[in-house]
């Protein structure tokens, strides 16, 4: 049996991700049959499996689950047709009868320590604001704001993480932008928030 795992495993990454036009930092990962497209990924981030991440900006400390869906092209529901082959740009087809500018994607910004959970599906061009939690299932198609908890089909706002005086203390301390020192001292206090902004106050005394 374990040899059977094993194997399964080793088959498993020997799916690469396809990445194009995206820089990716050295302290970041992504998984097996990920689709990176057009994308900047920032530090200490990771994209699960079968992810598929077009036209995105995300930050540091972003945690994507599998089989989650952000961006994509659009489609000109105005016109007359919605199909590719009458606008400019290269399509699946491989053909175009006219060649009338569209703009195919709007730039989605995911900023940092956002959970996106599994089976995700983000609108291209929305704003994902930093501490943001996306829930598994969800299909986004707003902004959401910083440290709002979002679900649901359509997503919806479910809470805030926390209240609004922490909130405001977290957000001024841009603690993701510390050097990997500071974020080495401030890792023991990680999982107390009160420990943790005293912490903040005496490495800014």
């Not at 994209?47 to 972003?62: L, R, Y």
Request: with cysteine; proline share 3%.
């Amino acid at each position: 049996m374990k040899i059977k795992y094993y194997l399964s495993k080793l088959i498993k990454y020997i799916h690469i991700p396809a990445i194009k036009n995206s820089p990716i930092h050295c302290t970041s990962r992504i998984a097996p049959n990920s689709n990176i497209i057009d994308t900047v990924i920032r530090k200490y981030s990771y994209v699960g499996n079968n992810c598929t991440v077009i036209d995105t900006e995300i930050g540091n400390f972003c945690s994507i689950a599998d089989n989650v869906i952000i961006g994509g092209a659009a489609h000109p529901i105005e016109w007359v047709s919605t199909s590719p082959v009458f606008h400019k740009g290269k399509n699946i087809l491989k053909k175009n009868f006219s060649e009338h500018p569209f703009k195919l994607t709007d730039t989605t910004i995911i900023q940092n320590d956002v959970w996106i959970g599994t089976n995700c599906l983000i609108k291209s061009g929305v704003s994902i604001a930093n501490g943001a939690v996306i829930g598994m299932g969800s299909v986004l198609t707003k902004n959401v704001g910083s440290y709002e908890i979002w679900a649901g089909n359509p997503a919806k706002m479910i809470r805030k993480r926390f209240d609004d005086k922490t909130i405001k203390i977290l957000l001024k301390s841009k603690w993701w932008n510390s050097s990997e020192d500071k974020l080495t001292r401030l890792a023991s206090e990680m999982y107390n928030m009160e420990k943790f902004i005293d912490s903040l106050n005496k490495s800014e005394a």
